[in-house]
């Protein structure tokens, strides 16, 4: 029996900021992303993804600055590197006004959050967007954003990842198993908004954090959101396995593709879940045109404004390393970092081991893999990622806004659609039921599903405990 093809995920992936990923595009005549601080650069774009049947945007953030590069934040200012740069998270309510089904990954740092506020932060953008929330859980990596945090610095990078454990584990309380589905009545004749025995104390003493408290918002169409992670760290795989359930990965190539979703698939078998649990999200940039010839013209036309440098300067703040100070051609160390740990060991593995041969790989002022070419050409290199990468979609980088997501939405959308490798409409429902078509909550083998109370009327539900095992759970320190 003949397999169907594997639809293509698409996330347009964007920061509230100038530049995001293709350092200097800013300069670009047609470009918009200075306008990023009003909302209509956002609610046009959000329109744009949507007639275009993207899963979402997918919203990148960093606590702090860009400041190992020349040891100063001189370069990172002058040319915008994701400096200055806004909070992604208040930029939802707009989108979702204008849109139905549009998705939204936001990223946020466990460190820079307390979980109970946290918690009804997202409740309430998954009650307001009726249940498109998704988050990015990183566990930062510059030394400036701790400082600006009142600390001497990062904490070790695997210590990091023991505090988003801790982070979810309360988290996962809140949403999961503090309110009951039908604790909400909304009764008027009685007077019975909230019926007070369906709503339940979490009791949590973690090595970061301890609660002892109710979840301040009533349950959210999805309850936890759709679970991001991008690190690929061993830590990062361990803690993806368990945890993720979309995933980001760097990746050069469809074969360096298909060993990180292996590896990634097979965590998440080791943590007693299903290799399908995970959706895996390739970065790639994509110019295209009616043409080849037209492509390769735009392609050229991108370059000329780009600042490679200013890639050098946002990968050195990846892996810890200040280029700046080694020649052109001297052979770099790539030390220990407390950075991204994954960002130096793939450098290595590339071969970039000199301020010369990174530079070149920064011509589009990125290292992202850039794909030029007429739809036809787009679409073979896409689909060959998603057949021969074992991956299921990609965060799509934007070159110059909103051109890149327009020309993605009609040149390429068409000829994938008519391949049978993308929708052709929304399904409908939550961001999560999008994606795996399973409804809106977590998998039953997902680790916050110990804390969900059984449905009403019945022993069990999908992934729920007993009632004693749920009141023991919520109880034990």
């Known amino acids: 029996m003949t397999q169907p093809k594997k639809h293509i995920h698409i996330n347009a992936f ?33 329109q744009t993804l949507e007639k275009g049947l993207f899963d979402g945007i997918f919203l990148a953030d960093v606590v702090g600055y860009y400041d190992v590069y020349q040891q100063g934040v001189d370069l990172t200012l002058r040319e915008g590197i994701q400096l200055p740069v806004n909070n992604p998270w208040l930029l939802v309510s707009a989108m979702a006004a204008v849109t139905e089904h549009l998705g939204f990954g936001l990223t946020a740092t466990v460190a820079a959050h307390n979980p109970y506020t946290f918690a009804r932060d997202v409740s309430t953008l998954d009650q307001l967007t009726n249940g498109r929330i998704g988050w990015n859980i990183v566990t930062g990596y510059v030394d400036s954003g701790a400082r600006g945090l009142g600390q001497d610095g990062l904490d070790a990078h695997d210590s990091r990842y023991d505090r988003a454990e801790d982070f979810l584990q309360l988290a996962y309380k809140l949403w999961e198993g503090s309110w009951e589905d039908a604790a909400v009545i909304a009764d008027k004749e009685r007077r019975i908004h909230t019926l007070p025995e369906k709503v339940h104390t979490v009791h949590h003493e973690g090595p970061f954090y301890r609660s002892n408290a109710i979840h301040m918002s009533a349950p959210s169409p999805q309850r936890t959101p759709l679970l991001f992670q991008a ?128 530079l070149e790989q920064f011509t589009l002022g990125s290292r992202y893999k850039t794909i030029v070419g007429d739809p036809q050409q787009v679409a073979d290199a896409l689909t060959t990622w998603i057949d021969e990468g074992e991956i299921d979609g990609f965060n799509l980088t934007r070159i110059v806004v909103p051109e890149t997501w327009e020309d993605f939405a009609s040149h390429i959308v068409p000829e994938l659609q008519n391949r049978g490798r993308y929708r052709t409409a929304y399904e409908g429902g939550s961001l999560r039921h999008q994606l795996f078509g399973q409804g809106d909550r977590l998998s039953a083998q997902h680790p916050a599903a110990q804390w969900r109370h059984p449905v009403a009327g019945s022993s069990h539900d999908s992934g729920s405990v007993s009632e004693e095992a749920v009141s023991s759970a919520l109880q034990a320190t």
């Open 14 to 46: 964007n920061m509230n900021c100038v530049g995001h990923i293709h350092h200097g595009l800013w300069t670009h005549p047609r470009d918009r992303s200075t306008q990023y601080h009003t909302l209509k650069y956002w609610t046009d774009l959000a």
């Open 231 to 358: 690190g690929t760290s061993a830590r990062g795989l361990q803690f993806a396995g368990h945890h993720a359930e979309g995933v980001f990965i760097g990746a050069g190539n469809p074969e360096a593709a298909r060993e990180s979703s292996r590896k990634l698939r097979q965590a998440a078998v080791d943590a007693g879940r299903q290799a399908q649990d995970l959706k895996i999200y390739a970065g790639v940039a994509v110019v295209t045109g009616t043409t080849e010839a037209e492509a390769k013209e735009k392609y050229a036309d991108y370059l000329a404004h780009a600042s490679s440098e200013g890639g050098l300067a946002h990968f050195a703040a990846s892996t810890g390393v200040d280029f700046a100070q080694y020649d052109l051609d001297e052979p770099i160390s790539f030390g220990p970092s407390n950075a991204i740990q994954s960002a130096a060991t793939a450098a290595q593995k590339q071969g970039w081991t000199t301020r010369r041969k990174l």
